[in-house]
C-alpha cells in the first residue's frame, strides 16, 4: 500500500540555520502531497501542500517540491526561529480514493537560540 | 479563522469502560474523520463519515468503535469497552469537500488513557 517515510528526528538546529527535513513517498497512483505541523500542546495545522509533480508548496517561509521522478517531497526554510519549533509530518492523500491521509513518524524540531 | 473542537482534552477511564470522545467540525465542512496517535507511533486513519454514513474505515476500526453525528453540529467517536492499547491521541478532523487537495482541517485531540 501507499506508505511515507520521512527523516527520524529529533532535529536540532541554531536559529537562522537553513533547514531540511526529507520525505520520500510510495504510491500506486498520483497522489497529492502535505506537510502538517504540530505545536507543542496543540493539533495538526496545514503547513503547505502540492497536488502535482513539479509544484512548489509554501507558507510561513517553509517551501517542499513535488518531485515525482524521486518521489520526494523535502521540506525546507531557510532560516529557522526558535518559534518553528514543533513536530512536523509529511502525509499522502491517494489518487482516485477520499482524501484520506498516510502520514509519515512525523520529525521533532529543536531550533535553539 | 475557524476550527474545529474536540472535547475533553484530556479523559481517563478504566479498562472495559465505555468512552465518547466529542468533535464539533467546521460549520460548512461536509467529510468528517477520526485519526489517533499512539505516543511515539504514526498518525494512523481510523475512519471518514459523509452524509451520516461511513464511508471508509482501517482495521483499526473494528466493532469496537462506533461514530455518530448525533446533532448536525457534533461528530462522536465511541469506545464500547476501552482496552489498555487503545490509549491514545485522538484526532477529530473535517473537510469541506472530498478531492484528495481538500485539505483536512484537524482538532487539537483528545488524549485517551486507559487505566
Known amino acids: 500500500g501507499d506508505s511515507v517515510t520521512q527523516m527520524e528526528g529529533p532535529v536540532t538546529l541554531s536559529e537562522e540555520a537553513f533547514l531540511t527535513i526529507n520525505c520520500t513517498y510510495t504510491a500506486t497512483g498520483y497522489p497529492s502531497l502535505f506537510w502538517y505541523v504540530q505545536y507543542p500542546g496543540e493539533g495538526l495545522q496545514l503547513l503547505l501542500k502540492a497536488t502535482k509533480a513539479d509544484d512548489k508548496g509554501s507558507n510561513k517561509g517553509f517551501e517542499a517540491t513535488y518531485r515525482k521522478e524521486t518521489t520526494s517531497f523535502h521540506l525546507e526554510k531557510g532560516s529557522v526561529q526558535v518559534s518553528d519549533s514543533a513536530v512536523y509530518f509529511c502525509a499522502l492523500s491517494e489518487w482516485g480514493a477520499t482524501n484520506k491521509l498516510i502520514f509519515g513518524t512525523g520529525t521533532l524540531l529543536a531550533v535553539q537560540p | 479563522e475557524p476550527e474545529v473542537t474536540q472535547t475533553p482534552s484530556h479523559q481517563v477511564t478504566q479498562m472495559g469502560q465505555e468512552v465518547i470522545l466529542h468533535c464539533v467540525p467546521i460549520?460548512?465542512?461536509?467529510?468528517f474523520y477520526w485519526y489517533r496517535q499512539i505516543l511515539g507511533q504514526k498518525v494512523e486513519f481510523l475512519v471518514s463519515f459523509y452524509n451520516n454514513e461511513i464511508s471508509e474505515k482501517s482495521e483499526i476500526f473494528d466493532d469496537q468503535f462506533s461514530v455518530e453525528r448525533p446533532d448536525g453540529s457534533n461528530f462522536t467517536l465511541k469506545i464500547r469497552s476501552t482496552k489498555l492499547e487503545d490509549s491514545a491521541m485522538y484526532f477529530c478532523?473535517?473537510?469541506?469537500?472530498?478531492?484528495?487537495?481538500?485539505?483536512?482541517?484537524f482538532g487539537n485531540g483528545t488524549r485517551l488513557t486507559v487505566t
Open positions: 460549520s460548512n465542512h461536509l467529510y
Open positions: 478532523a473535517s473537510s469541506e469537500w472530498r478531492d484528495r487537495a481538500s485539505p483536512l482541517h
